[in-house]
């Protein structure tokens, strides 16, 4: 039998092109980034949290657990991964692995966790990153925990703090590869507030019209 699996949303990031504002609560519809990434990855998972930084207060409406990254510096994704793994380890479930997502990414894969399994096959210490496109995109990903250590030594050893650099080129990770929706990439994510427009035009009028949208709201 597979054990189970806890999922993390990663939100610790600055969003400085979006002006430093908590990009998981601007809105798509009536629902915001977050609600829409939960809604999204809370029945695929047997645990959920929120990584995110600063006050946890400003995100006690979701009743989540609020994990920051563990570091002093802020370190980029992998610091959020890192935070994503202990908080699984230590879950009174023990998590022996963790998925990770974007907080602004609000159409990825319902099937993201199925799909890192089967991708995964029997080896629980597998790493397998998200692909689309002919790209892996780092945040999305599925994580033994045991690998905390190993990653906060290689944080802190100077080695480059790309996470493709630590899952892909030390590890060997596999990459679980996911279609265009009509052209759609599903990991199109939001960065400016271009990027905002284009993806509320995309679950009013595109590709996504009447799927997850309508579920959400």
Known sequence: MLSPIAGVILA???ASRMGGADKGMLTIGHS????RVIGRLEPQVT??????????????PLALDIVADPLPEQVGPLGGILA?????????????????????TPFFPEDLVRSFLETA???????????????????FGLWPTGLADDLAAHISSGQPRRVT????????AAIADFAFSAGFD???????????AAARGAAETGPLKGEQAGKQE
């Open 121 to 139: 096959g029997d080896n629980e210490e597998r790493i397998v990153l998200a692909g689309s496109g002919g790209r892996p995109h780092p945040t």
């Open 32 to 35: 915001t980034l977050l609600e």
């Open 12 to 14: 610790g990031g600055r």
């Open 186 to 196: 599903p990991f199109f994510n939001i960065n400016t507030p271009e990027d905002l």
């Open 165 to 172: 650099a630590y899952a892909i080129e030390k590890h060997g």
């Open 47 to 60: 645990a959920l949290a929120l990584n995110a930084n600063g006050d946890p207060s400003r995100f006690s």
């Open 84 to 104: 994503a793994m202990r908080w699984a380890a230590a879950h009174k479930i023990h998590f022996r692995r963790v998925v990770t997502v974007a907080a602004d």
